[in-house]
């Protein structure tokens, strides 16, 4: 059997051969696994010279250049929503400083801690368990907190 070699393939590929012979060829390709691995390379060498003549020369340069801004762009989007979250933290802040929510805690919390201080301590006294008591002691120093905050 009568191989081709690259070079028939790539006139082959570049339709430069006569009818007769295209049609010889197309039976041999058919037939033999190795024409069909230069018939391939072949078409890939012609694909690349291809490319290189269908690309503009800066392509990769181009490419790399999208790359790295596609890169910056979800760098700042992130860096803005990280802005957008301390805005958000900041405005609630403020609010809650202008509704005096902060100057309520700070006068309110220690007399509340102070009393919660005071119900376990009257725990501590009723060690003996006298349920009653308890609970009497429970209810007096919740009624206390109560009118506290009613104030
Ligand atoms: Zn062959």
């Known amino acids: 059997m009568k191989h081709y ?9 570049k339709n430069r051969i006569d009818e ?8 041999h390709l058919a ?3 190795s024409c069909l691995q230069s018939y391939l390379a072949a078409g890939a060498e012609q694909d690349a010279r ?7 020369p800066d392509f990769s340069t181009a490419v790399k ?10 760098y700042k989007k992130h860096r803005s ?7 958000v933290a900041a405005a609630i802040t403020l609010v809650l400083m202008s509704s005096g929510m902060f100057d309520l805690c700070a006068r309110k919390l220690p007399g509340i801690l102070a009393e ?15 349920a009653g008591r308890l609970l009497e ?5 919740f009624e206390k907190l109560r009118e506290s905050k009613e104030e």
Do not use: F
Not at 50 to 56: F, G, I, M, T
């Open 5 to 13: 070699d690259a070079r028939a393939w790539v006139l082959y590929r």
């Open 20 to 27: 007769d012979q295209r049609r010889k060829m197309e039976d």
């Open 31 to 33: 037939a033999c696994d």
């Open 50 to 56: 291809l490319a290189e003549l269908l690309l503009p």
């Open 65 to 74: 250049e999208m790359i790295s801004a596609r890169k910056q762009q979800t």
């Open 81 to 87: 929503r990280s802005l957008v979250n301390y805005a």
């Open 116 to 130: 919660t201080g005071q119900i376990s301590r009257a725990i501590e006294k009723t060690t003996h368990w006298d």
């Open 137 to 141: 002691n429970a209810r007096t120093q």
